[in-house]
């Protein structure tokens, strides 16, 4: 029989697996992973030994980093706690205080008589809210799971919190699948919580409980408290917005010429004389008052500050010569930086002969450059299609994602196959911890390609190998 290529799938269990099984999963892994070394992957062989529970992929992400940075998964790592004015000075900042009322009422008083904890986490894992049951907070408090903690994988390993953060989206770490033993008794839900306005990741919100007495609908209630969250975000911005364009319209009304107002995320206020974008790319670190930018989908603008955004002026219209796309001529000899060092805020740099620009990535942007920039000779939608979602059947959704980047890189992307151009000139700044690397992606391919950066096998196109990471408090990993 001819073979397909495609690897059988093992028959997917009923039940989800029990907190023994869970802890046999975990003992195994440790221990075969201390006999190969921290930076050894399992063969292939062990990997896909039949019979054997292997934990999820995100869980097995979380402990292959833990074991490389040396964490020990009986004591942790020391953390320092925040003090109470930094952990208001915090509060303010994330924009979550406003919604902490819905949230107690939408995740404690629904639960009933069931023991939970809810904490409320910024971007960096600080915990800066917890409420609940009291006996069960001073269970917390003994595992060091209190207000002003740094609840990361680093200092507490393999946690619910941690990994909706590395990952973006919500998770279930139960029983045995924390890192550290002193938390199987635990079972801990999150999920996380992004500024509608920006897509910046502000912060998780979390429910923990006794491992034995968990809910299985506690996942899908976390991340509907978390869309709350940001559906409250969103009505701040667009009030914010709304008083903007207020200010924006006799302004634009006296300015000749083509001219839009956006705030200082690049959502579009108000426009005059050209079709109003929904929104601009703003580079991360800002535009500089009085200059020339060059702006995807609009070309070379005049930028000037107004109020909480700016006054963006078109030096010719956008629709003369393709003013606002990359040609191929403008390709030429252009350099392409993809930093993905900020886990959390991928960012694509260009420039050549269209200028210098910047932006963030949307996740699935990101993990397309990343495998178009570590496979220059080119790929298929099909060959993308696998690369990302183990599927080549999924080709639609590829060929509409690289659509969208076509828009802005213009000449900076061929096709048939799909590829960067070959006059640029590409690098990828990553992480100092290769399973840094777009921690939120599940996608097969960077899966490997984490693996092969973390055993030395591959390196990213433009940079150095990086130094083999160093456990906490400053010891080599296995000393």
Do not use: K
Request: net charge positive.
């Amino acid at each position: 029989m001819r073979q397909t290529g495609r690897q059988s799938r093992r028959p997917e269990r009923r039940n989800p697996p029990t907190a023994a099984e869970l802890t046999r999963v975990h003992e195994r892994t440790l221990t075969d992973a201390a006999a190969r070394g921290p930076a050894e992957p399992a063969s292939s062989e062990e990997a896909g030994a039949p019979g054997l529970l292997e934990p999820r992929p995100e869980i097995g992400d979380s402990w292959a980093r833990l074991r490389r940075l040396g964490l020990d998964p009986d004591t942790g790592a020391a953390t320092a706690l925040l003090g109470p004015a930094e952990v208001e000075r915090r509060r303010r900042a994330s924009g979550l205080d406003a919604v902490m009322p819905v949230l107690r009422q939408t995740l404690l008083e629904p639960t009933g008589a069931a023991p939970l904890i809810l904490a409320v986490a910024d971007a960096e894992g600080h915990v800066l809210w917890q409420d609940g049951e009291r006996g069960l907070r001073r269970s917390a408090d003994r595992i060091g799971f209190i207000t002003g903690a740094r609840w990361t994988e680093e200092s507490v390993g393999t946690n619910g919190i941690a990994v909706a953060l590395r990952t973006q989206r919500p998770m279930h770490v139960h029983s045995a699948e924390h890192y550290l033993r002193s938390h199987h008794s635990w079972t801990c839900v999150a999920a996380p919580v992004h500024d509608p306005g920006t897509g910046q990741l502000v912060g998780a919100v979390n429910l923990s409980g006794p491992a034995h007495s968990i809910r299985p609908y506690l996942l899908q209630l976390t991340a509907t408290a978390a869309r709350l969250a940001e559906t409250e975000l969103r009505a701040r911005r667009l009030e914010a917005l709304h008083e903007l364009r207020t200010l924006a319209a006799p302004l634009l009304a006296r300015v000749g010429g083509p001219a839009l107002v956006v705030d200082a995320a690049g959502w579009t206020a108000a426009a005059a004389g050209l079709p109003p974008p929904n929104r601009l790319r703003v580079p991360s670190e800002g535009w500089a008052p009085a200059a020339v930018h060059w702006v995807p989908g609009l070309g070379e603008c005049v930028l000037e500050p107004l109020a909480d955004g700016w006054l963006v002026r078109p030096v010719r219209s956008p629709e003369q010569d393709g003013a606002g796309t990359v040609s191929a001529e403008q390709a030429e000899g252009a350099r392409l930086r993809l930093d993905l060092r900020r886990p959390d805020r991928p960012e694509l740099s260009v420039r050549g002969a269209a200028g210098a620009w910047s932006h963030p990535l949307s996740p699935r942007h990101a993990e397309l450059l990343l495998l178009l920039a570590t496979g220059r000779e080119g790929s298929t939608a099909a060959q993308l299609a696998e690369a990302l979602f183990g599927d080549a059947g999924r080709t639609v959704t590829v060929r509409a994602e690289l659509s969208r980047l076509r828009r802005y890189l213009g000449g900076l992307l061929a096709h048939r196959p799909y590829r960067i151009a070959e006059s640029v000139l590409v690098t990828v700044d990553g992480p100092e911890d290769p399973y840094d690397l777009l921690p939120a992606s599940s996608a097969p391919a960077v899966r490997r390609l984490r693996a092969a950066l973390a055993t030395g096998a591959a390196r990213l196109p433009g940079t150095a190998p990086a130094p083999p990471p160093h456990a906490p408090g400053g010891t080599a990993p296995g000393r």
